[in-house]
């Protein structure tokens, strides 16, 4: 006997995207109220809106921002501002714990951005740029479904050390 297996395709119109936004904004905002964590009301609306629709993602990011005291504008470093530098010297010399230490220091940029600004930066950097981009490729991919991205960049560094000469 074959079952169906129906497929639901989960979408929010845009008509509502604003609504629920500002609803789980106010939802957040009442939580850390709660919690007597000091914030930045800006900051959460730019959290929210980084992350929206994922307010699993939402609320872990706040959490671990969180366990600095408070929720301010220290919190919105971007990639760009990473010290790319001390990557790129960890991966040439082959230094595993300064590279996992970078991955730690970094690890609250988003993966899509922090994968690209890795391309980036290794592009120019190595003859080996296929096998480069299959690497990253592939962690970039599956950063979208494991359940811990430190390990998945970790794992991703690790394999673009092994396999990739840097100039």
């Known amino acids: 006997m074959h079952s169906r297996c129906a497929v639901i395709e989960f979408k929010i119109p845009n008509a509502n995207k604003p609504t629920i936004a500002t609803d789980f904004f106010k939802r ?19 959290v929210v809106q980084k992350h929206f629709p994922d307010f699993r993602r939402t609320l872990n990011e706040l959490q671990r921002y969180s366990q600095s005291g408070s929720i301010d504008e220290g919190i919105l470093v971007s990639v760009s501002e990473a010290n790319m530098k001390d990557l790129v010297d960890a991966i040439k010399d082959k230094d595993w714990k300064k590279m996992r230490g970078w991955v730690v220091n970094n690890l609250d940029n988003d993966p899509v951005s922090l994968f690209r600004k890795i391309y980036d930066t290794f592009v120019p950097l190595t003859n080996q740029v296929p096998q480069l981009v299959l690497t990253i490729a592939d962690y970039q991919y599956k950063s979208a479904f494991v359940a811990d991205q430190e390990i998945n960049l970790v794992a991703c560094l690790t394999e673009i050390m092994a396999s990739v000469e840097l100039k």
């Open 28 to 46: 957040v905002c009442s939580i850390l109220d709660q919690e007597l964590i000091p914030f930045d009301p800006k900051v959460i609306a730019k």
